[in-house]
Each structure stands twice: as structure tokens, then as C-alpha cells.
């Protein structure tokens, strides 16, 4: 097994359905998609993105 894959399983353990999660390390959230979503405008601050499964497409 692939490092990706158990951290993928480690992911799904603790979040088993879609959504964001505020963890108790401040400013750090936690956010699973299972599904493409509409492009929406925004600005972030500074962030780590980690893409464990699939894809992920941005535009700048």
C-alpha cells in the first residue's frame, strides 16, 4: 500500500461524509468533497491544500 492510500483511508475514518470540519488547532479546518462543484470566485488567505484522491483544477 501507497503512503497516499492510508492517508487516504486515515482521512475517511475520521471523515466519513462530505463537509468541513473546525479542528481544535486553531485556523486549521479539514474539508472533504466527493464531488465536482460549480467554479466560485473568492480570495483565501494563505493555504495548504493536500489533494489525496482524484483532481483538483484552479484558475487563477
Given amino acids: 500500500m501507497e503512503k497516499i492510500?492510508?492517508?487516504a483511508e486515515i482521512i475517511a475514518r475520521?471523515?466519513?461524509e462530505p463537509g468541513l470540519i473546525q479542528t481544535?488547532?486553531?485556523r486549521l479546518s479539514l474539508i472533504r468533497a466527493d464531488e465536482p462543484s460549480s467554479p466560485v470566485p473568492a480570495v483565501y488567505e494563505a493555504?495548504?491544500?493536500m489533494i489525496v484522491q482524484g483532481?483538483?483544477?484552479v484558475s487563477l
Fill in 14 to 16: 475520521h471523515m466519513p
Fill in 24 to 26: 481544535n488547532v486553531p
Fill in 47 to 49: 493555504s495548504l491544500c
Fill in 55 to 57: 483532481a483538483k483544477r
Fill in 5 to 7: 492510500d492510508h492517508l
